[in-house]
């Protein structure tokens, strides 16, 4: 059990949205996270740890919604998970998800998501993965700040939800040659806040929490598309039942593009 859920050109513009629907990808995805210690007021019910998880995910264009939103399927195709630096088996390859998405990349919803949380497989515990692989950055000239949120939900059946909001301001710091293909380089950071519980059971449960992430995006000047981004996000969640919980946890992650 890895966390407290478990245990219940001056003047030119990025164009964010640009990238074709018809093009599949491939990532490599690499989070390191430390999970303090799940707390209670008078005792401590599992120790902090350490973990990284490394994953080779493709996106698959899917369909197109009604609203123009899409449709991607995630699929994991490569997982290896260490826990305080000893290697964990973790049931993530080949399993799916599927990413809906207005154009511009922000999320909308992440069906499925049940195929990749709980025991064993743990997304519902690297939950950042989703919103790294989608940030969906605004389009704002070299030099300009500009506010957009990082947002998406998490559902397990009907019966738990909970939303995530990243308040983040962006700043575009111009085109990057330094990287494979020229791509803008743009920042992002702010409050990361989380809310929700369990919705058709009792007794219920309640989840909060507030952090901050910030992070880079780097997107290719021809097509608009994601190409790398670097982050890093902490928060401390709160659990509210029969006994309150609470862990604080960190999180450094680098998502890349493979040719």
Not at 66 to 78: C, H, N, P, T
Not at 169 to 190: C, M
């Amino acid at each position: 059990m890895l966390w407290l859920f478990a245990v219940l050109a001056s003047c030119s513009v990025h164009r964010a949205g640009e990238q074709a629907v018809d093009v599949a990808r491939q990532y490599r995805v690499t989070v390191s996270a430390q999970f303090g210690a799940v707390k209670t007021e008078e005792s401590v019910l599992q120790p902090a740890m350490e973990t990284r998880l490394a994953l080779r995910v493709t996106s698959t264009p899917t369909r197109r919604f009604r609203d123009g939103s899409l449709g991607a399927q995630l699929r994991v195709v490569d997982a290896e998970l260490t826990v305080d630096g000893e290697p964990v088996p973790v049931e993530l390859v080949g399993r799916t998800a599927e990413l809906r998405t207005f154009a511009n990349g922000e999320i909308l919803d992440i069906g499925w998501i049940d195929r990749l949380s709980g025991p064993g497989r743990h997304l519902d515990a690297f939950e950042v993965i989703f919103p790294a692989l989608s940030p969906a950055p605004p389009s704002v000239k070299v030099g300009v700040e500009e506010n957009r949120r990082i947002i998406w939900p998490f559902r397990s059946g009907r019966t738990v939800r909970w939303d995530n909001a990243v308040e983040a301001v962006w700043k575009n710091l111009g085109v990057d040659k330094a990287q494979t293909s020229p791509a803008w380089e743009l920042t992002y950071r702010g409050p990361w806040t989380l809310d929700g519980g369990t919705r058709f059971v009792s007794p219920g449960v309640g989840y909060t929490a507030k952090g901050h992430g910030e992070g880079t995006v780097w997107m290719d000047v021809k097509t608009g598309s994601m190409t790398l981004h670097v982050f890093e996000w902490h928060r401390t969640v709160q659990v509210e039942g029969k006994v309150a919980l609470t862990q604080t946890q960190e999180f450094e992650g680098r998502i890349e593009v493979i040719p």
